[in-house]
């Protein structure tokens, strides 16, 4: 715990915000009306977009407003504010969604109960229903097992998380352009190679599913592209996991599983029906072989 004369806040809540004027006034307010109030909120404000709702916020003495005028992009701006941030824990808040009051109370008490916490999420309300998050529990192999064979589908990206000095670049994301898909998945895998991640079973965060998302843009990413992001994503999982895990062989066993996604828990329907269409489409190559082959017989 941090000693009394240490000036760091608390938490520090991360919002990596683009095109936001529309809602991010809400977020904010849920942020700052927090029933922990050692709280630090860091903005980043991609591409130093027009954003007239963020003026009365710049005077805030618990707000920090970035502005960077390059547009970074969703997973360098995550990074970018997070390098900013100065709390104890930490975490990131979409610019769409919001708290309940009590959701950093909640996290940060599962959080100070036991040091193998890492992260801790609550269950997360959205229109329609109640999402639970998957937890990922045990020792270093059973969690990175876990994760492997799981999509996980980002709920730990909003987790509130303990700073362990000196491993900020490890808990940086890891980008997979073009499209960045399933980058939230893999920072997953970052975050449970450092401990475990924990559920807080009430509905304590509310997220919105706008029509800009990016999980909504990812579904319509063409098969053989989404097919290449996944391949990527694979070996992204690869290098994250031996860093943690020096054991080659499990690993590999890990990835040859994650490879095909229709073994994967939580895959969405689209990236297991772009495994179908390759598979359906290497199979009429093959059947396609043999009867070029009779057409072109070999001269004797």
Avoid at 60 to 69: A, K, T
Avoid at 72 to 91: C, I, K, P, T
Avoid at 205 to 230: D, G, M, N, V
Wanted: with cysteine; net charge neutral.
């Amino acid at each position: 715990m941090p000693s009394l004369v240490d000036r760091r806040p608390l938490v520090s809540i991360c919002m990596p915000i683009y095109r936001s004027e529309a809602f991010i006034r809400e977020t904010i307010l849920s942020a700052l009306g927090q029933t922990v109030h050692d709280v630090e909120i860091v903005i980043s404000n991609d591409g130093a977009h027009k954003t007239p709702a963020l003026d009365e916020f710049r005077e805030h003495s618990r707000i920090r407003i970035f502005e960077p005028h390059r547009r970074l992009g969703w997973v360098e701006n995550s990074n970018f504010v997070l390098d900013q941030a100065r709390g104890w824990y930490f975490m990131i808040l979409p610019h769409d969604d919001r708290l309940s009051p009590t959701y950093v109370e909640a996290c940060l008490r599962m959080l100070e109960a036991d040091p193998a916490c890492f992260a801790a999420v609550s269950d997360i309300a959205f229109d329609g229903g109640v999402m639970t998050p998957s937890e990922v529990r045990g020792d270093l192999v059973d969690r990175v097992g876990q994760v492997m064979r799981n999509l996980y589908n980002g709920y730990s990206y909003r987790a509130l998380m303990r700073r362990r000095p000196g491993d900020s670049d490890r808990l940086k994301l890891v980008p997979n352009p073009p499209t960045d898909f399933c980058v939230d998945t893999t920072w997953i895998l970052q975050q449970a190679g450092f401990g475990e991640l924990r559920r807080v079973p009430e509905a304590l965060y509310w997220k919105a599913f706008p029509p800009t998302s990016t999980h909504r843009a990812w579904s319509r990413i063409p098969q053989p592209q989404l097919r290449e992001a996944w391949a990527c994503h694979c070996r992204q999982m690869e290098a994250i996991a031996l860093s943690f895990l020096p054991d080659p062989d499990l690993v590999s066993e890990l990835v040859r599983h994650r490879r095909d996604a229709r073994r994967v828990s939580e895959a969405p329907f689209y990236l297991k029906d772009a495994m179908l269409s390759a598979e359906a489409e290497g199979q009429a190559r093959e059947a396609e072989t043999p009867a070029r082959a009779d057409r072109h017989p070999k001269s004797r």
